[in-house]
């Protein structure tokens, strides 16, 4: 099984950036997509960025131009890197890792964006 840690949130005003850090370990070389999702409050948790092993990227329409989802093999650490951030990125971002069989998910780090 693979473990995931996230971190890298916290408050930042409007228009700032943060970078989030998500740490792999464990049963990791069976993953195929790397991804980050949020969970607003009281929305549901949606899909904002993949990245496959072999480097493609994708993004939802709402952060597109604005996040970048980029790997370190080295590292075995996938990264979010957020600008022009916005109230409406408010919320808990959650790694995620797929196999062939299952999901994997880290803890969530909370990111909040004052107006």
């Known amino acids: 099984q693979a473990q995931l840690v996230e971190s890298g949130g916290g408050l930042v005003q409007t228009g700032g950036s943060l970078r989030l850090s998500c740490a792999a370990s464990g049963s990791i070389f069976r993953i195929r997509t790397w991804n980050w999702y949020r969970q607003a409050p009281e929305k549901q948790r949606e899909l904002v960025a993949i990245i496959t092993n072999g480097g493609s990227t994708n993004y939802a329409d709402s952060v597109k131009g604005r996040f970048t989802i980029s790997r370190d093999n080295a590292k075995n650490t996938v990264y979010l890197q957020m600008k022009s951030l916005k109230p409406e990125d408010t919320a808990v971002y959650y790694c995620?890792?797929?196999?062939?069989?299952?999901?994997?998910w880290g803890q969530g780090t909370q990111v909040t964006v004052s107006s």
């Open positions: 995620n890792a797929v196999d062939l069989v299952r999901h994997y």
